[in-house]
């Protein structure tokens, strides 16, 4: 399984972007997946996650409301809509693959299997 993140870059405050993870090497409909970011020196964050057994997401409090997690699995692609952007949502996001998450698990980065390279996201004043 491969993973690949694209549709980071510069927005200012208040503006939106739309990320993208391709997803190849399996299919995309079994797999539970998440978005994570990472800023210098910290822990990678969970951000939001979908699970495939239920069809459930699940979100940071610090992005309710204002990220979206979707997935088309016929285009084997998933994204994360990123509305009303923060200085501090400012990381490098990466989107991640696992076949047995389960709720206890949606928001731990060790429980997934697969991972895509990262793409950067920057917010300006």
Known sequence: ???QASG?????????????CSFSGGTLRRYSTGWFR????????FV???KWTDGSTAYADSVKGR???SRDNAKNTVY??????????TAVYFCAAGT????STM???????????????????
């Open 1 to 3: 399984v491969q993973l």
């Open 8 to 20: 980071g870059g510069l927005v200012q405050a208040g503006g939106s972007l739309r990320l993208s």
């Open 38 to 45: 990472q800023t210098p020196g910290n822990e990678r964050e």
């Open 48 to 50: 939001a996650a979908f």
């Open 67 to 69: 990220f979206a997690m």
């Open 80 to 89: 994360l809509q990123m509305n009303s952007l923060k200085i501090e949502d």
């Open 100 to 103: 047995r998450i389960i709720t």
């Open 107 to 125: 928001g731990l980065p060790r429980h997934y299997d697969f991972w895509g390279q990262g793409t950067l996201v920057t917010v300006s004043s």
